[in-house]
Nanobody
């Protein structure tokens, strides 16, 4: 699976941004999809995950109730709607595909990764 993330940019504190990740190469609906982020000098952090059929969503504690993950299997795309953004949300955001069926927040479980898109939240 090839993953292409887009939608990053510069936004003010309290603003919103929507990231997209388009997949190609294999059957998109066979993969759970996740978003991770990595800030400078920090570990890669789990942000959100959505199941293959889009029914189950999972969020990291720092983004829960502010971010929403969704997917469109017909368009081979997963989205991350980010609201009420804070400066600490600034990071490179990566989308990833997991062929496994069970929930995990471990980056090592994901099989394919996109190139990342930068999100910067100004204070």
């Amino acid at each position: 699976v090839q993953l292409q993330a887009s939608g990053g940019g510069l936004v003010e504190t309290g603003g919103s941004l929507t990231l997209s990740c388009e997949a190609s190469g294999r059957t998109f609906s066979n993969y759970a999809m996740g978003w991770f982020r990595q800030a400078p000098r920090k570990e890669r952090e789990f942000v959100a995950r959505i199941s293959r059929n889009g029914i189950r969503e999972y969020y990291g504690p720092s983004v829960k109730d502010r971010f929403t993950i969704s997917r469109d299997n017909a368009e081979n795309t997963v989205y991350l709607q980010m609201d009420s953004l804070k400066p600490e949300d600034s990071a490179v955001y990566y989308c990833a595909a997991d062929s496994g069926a069970y929930y995990t927040d471990s980056s090592s479980a994901y099989d394919y990764w996109g190139q990342g898109t930068q999100v910067t939240v100004s204070s």
